[in-house]
């Protein structure tokens, strides 16, 4: 069943696309927002998860979701009121939907009672008593009579309602179905239904829902062409089928049929009912497909057509129909019912079938059609992987064939020229183009953190407000799926060691309520992801204290205020009195280093005593392509990457000094710079002498500037990062290899791991 | 593939598939004669320089570009402590792959294709420590002796640890 698997994977993603969705709703709506769009977006989202766990049979999720959902719809057309109880509840419950979601994936099973108090909560605040159809039908079941032709101003208002969880109970009270007693004897369930449009779209599938059916019974499936145009009007995706179903059981009961029904309620037009004999299902079927027949008289008929490869070649159609064209073609039952007539029977298996295979008749009927709605397609990454690294090798065999054109060739071949110079623009068309693909805003990673804040200022008891900034930034995927991490831990450093407990700020005379804000932007080839808080800042004496009495800092050792913030950053390190259960043990703000590191990014931290710290991530837009400058030391190329230099000289324009620990220093616009001679750190020999050579001021991790020494600068370029990793180990100080347009392999300088730490430089 | 000599192929399948014999690609260094086996090898080609890797041993030569990967190369020469080659054109880089890693091997020239019986392999006998250390196994063929590599320990290793 690997469609199915398909199937189940497209439906977890979704779910987890829903289930962000509805972190960032019910974040609104604890912000005060009670929109009813909003409610509406959650109960939509809810439902569909739900809808999805029914026809993949994830009962647990299924029951979990349809009380939630309940509950939505309650607060939704104000039965219950929406109290921060009421919220809170809502997303505690969402994680555990979260949870069900995951199990149904991993193909857990969850405890039974897993979910037991917030289902009952629901329950209680839905006051099931009263509103739990399905319950009350098992009960007060009576066996009712249809008679079509009252039904006309009842029926529509079932399948143009919202998707509506009430549609049940609605259907129970308003129907007018007479409720007449039936003789003993054979009795049938008959159920009409009409998917609309919108059933495909949402990947429901008939054949499912009758095989569902047949599990209650035996049942007899019989499709009819409603309002089949003629051939040449025929739209291939429209939808001009109708079921009935009779279904063979007595012991069924009325809500068993609709609960097959029930995730594709409000995208279908269906009604139930039970008859009694045979006569009575056929004379409704001449009628209704008499009716049909002045609209499909011309197509031919073709009965030997199986109703399944009907049904099947209708989905398929369906599934990228344009609305509109399908809203045209579809009859309402309700309008069909009221036009019915007794009329002699044609065979009942007869079907009318569209020659749906003729391509020209598609062709005239798709161009007059309009656009399609679809807007979007879901793409491995890998496939998009794939693009981008392919883009990335064509942008630097590019670069190497401009790098080979000299002036004769220039002179000689002007239309080559002009090609290359196409090729160049259209290069960085198709890699920004593709860049974009992967791009994604930010808001993805942005919106999970207002509940964590939420749930530090409770554990905390501080009160805390988030604002966010730029969280439409678009950064690439990978960029993204990585930041979740480091910006969980630099918040809850912020919550817990940040913002002050309200009597201090009010203390201090700041307003109660703290905030942190985070941001995004783009700068340059950056983004820059900022996470501020207004709190009491880094207290630099007790953090120099501890680093002293961990060893992190020699007692010697004189550091300036930043390099002090910075020690925050060091592993195992924490200021936090108190170890609490949000942060303190020491783990996390190194974390946020690494990770941000793997990813080629840096971390900053900037503190004002008393009036609050920001932390700084400097990210790369991607991660596919690295601006780098190409120099040269001993006998082979480097790479620098662009983003870390500041400026480069002449070694005998600058200003070198000696630390008085011997070490040799730059001395640059009144700052000391540590300097490393890429030569001698990576022990190779060179001939270029010292006055010749070249200093690349580069910015470190932190913010700390490192002066590094190469023998030759070569020039800038774009290079495709490679692995070492791969077929090799990782060396220190190198971050990668890459590429050369001519097919030499260059290093590339890991500029913060090149730093020495005190102890290897008085050893060297 | 210049450096690629098979006049041995066609003859001495003999018991291939009863899998007691196994076919090795022999290589020169100086005289000695080494072998790995074929299933291991994925190319081979001429020397063609390599980018130096900092912070290894000198037996690694550096990085080569195959085809867009990276692929260290180590000089067996220097690997099995006889100095670093002297290289030329006619140098041959042999790729093989050890686990899931590709590394190229720096030899002089590949020479031949043996096939061997399994149990004709004779462990290498104690006293050089690089020998055993390095090799797998000594195979006598036309009355030479082949030392069979032993790939992972060849590549274990080759970054100097500070």
Known sequence: MSELDEFKATYFEECSELLGDLEEEFAAIEEGDRDTERLNAVFRAIHSIKGGAGAFGFN?????????????????DGRVELTDDVVTLCIRSIDLVADFVGAARDGEELASDFGEE????????????????????????????????????????????????????????????????????????????????????????????????????????????????????????GIYCKWEIVLRNEDVSKEDIAEVFEFVEGDCELSISQVMAEADIDSD???????????????????????????????????????????????????????????????????????????????????????????????DLDKVDRVVNMVGELVITQSMLNQQMDDKIKAQYQELVRGVEVLAQTTRGLQDAVMAIRAQPVKSVFSRMPRLVRELAKKTDKKIRLEMVGEYTEIDKTIIEQLS????????????????????????????????????????????????????????????????????VGPDQQLSDEQIDELVFAPGFSTADGVSDISGRGVGMDVVISNIKKIGGSVHVRSKPGKGTRMILRLPLTLAV??????????????????????????????????????????????????????????????????????????????????????????????????????????????????????????????????????????? | MEAFDSRDESGQEHDLESGNSMQLIAFMIG????????????????????????????????????????????????????GLTDTTKNHVVVVMSVGEKWVGMLVDAVSDILTISKKDVHKVPEGDSMDSELLNGIVTHDSKMVGLIDLDAIVVGAKIEK
Not at chain 1, 217 to 235: C, W, Y
């Open chain 1, 626 to 764: 690295l601006d780098v400058m190409l120099v040269e030391a001993g006998d082979g190329p480097y790479v620098i990457p662009l983003s870390s230099i500041v400026e480069t000289m002449q070694c005998d324009r600058a200003d070198f000094g000696f630390a008085p620990s011997g070490r040799r220093v730059l001395q640059i616009r009144g700052e000391y710079v540590q300097v490393i001679d890429l030569v001698t750190r990576f022990e190779m020999t060179t001939k270029v002498p010292d006055n010749k050579r070249f200093v690349v001021l580069c910015e470190g991790e932190g913010s700390t500037k490192v002066a590094l020494i190469v023998d030759e600068i070569i020039g800038q370029q774009q290079v495709v990062i490679k692995s070492l990793e791969e077929n090799f180990e990782r060396i220190d100080g190198i971050a990668g290899g890459t590429i050369l347009g001519n097919g030499e392999v260059a290093l590339i300088v890991d500029v913060a791991g090149l730093k020495q730490t005190p102890e290897q430089q008085s050893a060297a």
């Open chain 1, 118 to 237: 917030e289902l009952a909560r629901f329950k209680l605040l839905s006051g099931e008593d009263e509103e739990e159809p399905m319950e009350e039908f098992d009960i007060d079941f009576t066996p009712v009579m249809v008679n079509v032709g009252d039904d006309d101003g009842e029926l529509p208002a079932v399948p143009t309602s919202d998707i509506n969880d009430e549609t049940l109970a609605g259907e129970d009270e308003n129907d007018s179905f007479e409720q007449a007693p039936l003789a003993e004897g054979h009795r049938y369930w008959k159920v009409d239904f009409t998917p609309h449009y919108e059933l495909y779209e949402r990947a429901n599938d008939p054949l499912l829902l009758f095989r569902e059916l047949g599990t209650l019974g035996e049942v007899e499936v019989k499709a009819h062409l409603v309002k089949t145009p003629k051939l040449k009007e025929f739209d291939p995706f």
């Open chain 2, 31 to 82: 005289e000695q004669v080494y072998g790995v086996e074929i299933t291991t090898v994925r190319e081979i080609r001429a020397w063609s320089g390599a980018t130096p890797l900092p912070n290894t041993h000198d037996y690694v030569r550096g990085v080569i570009n195959l085809r867009g990967t990276i692929v260290p190369i180590f000089d067996l020469r220097a690997r099995f402590g006889d």
């Open chain 1, 285 to 379: 079927l001449v009628g209704f497909e008499e009716d049909m027949a002045p609209e499909a008289q011309t197509l031919e008929t073709q009965p030997d057509q199986q109703q399944e490869l009907q049904q099947e070649l209708q989905q398929d159609l369906q599934h990228k129909a344009e609305e509109e064209a399908a809203d045209e073609s579809m009859l309402s039952l309700a309008d069909l019912a009221a036009e019915i007539e007794p009329a002699p029977a044609p065979p009942v298996r007869e079907e009318n079938l569209v020659e749906e295979n003729k391509p020209e008749q598609e062709k005239a009927k798709k161009a007059a059609a309009k656009a399609p709605a679809v807007q979007s397609i879901r793409v």
């Open chain 1, 485 to 552: 991490d480091p910006l969980t831990h630099m918040i809850r450093n912020s919550a817990d060691h940040g913002v002050e407990t309200p009597e201090k700020r009010l203390a201090a005379g700041k307003s109660e309520t703290g905030t942190i804000q985070l941001s995004a932007e783009q700068a340059g080839g950056n983004i820059i992801i900022a996470v501020e808080d207004d709190g009491a800042g880094i207290n630099r004496e007790r953090v120099l204290n501890l680093a002293r009495e961990r060893g992190v």
């Open chain 1, 60 to 76: 647990q999720l299924v029951e979990f979701a349809h009380s939630f959902e309940t509950l939505l719809d309650f607060v939704r």
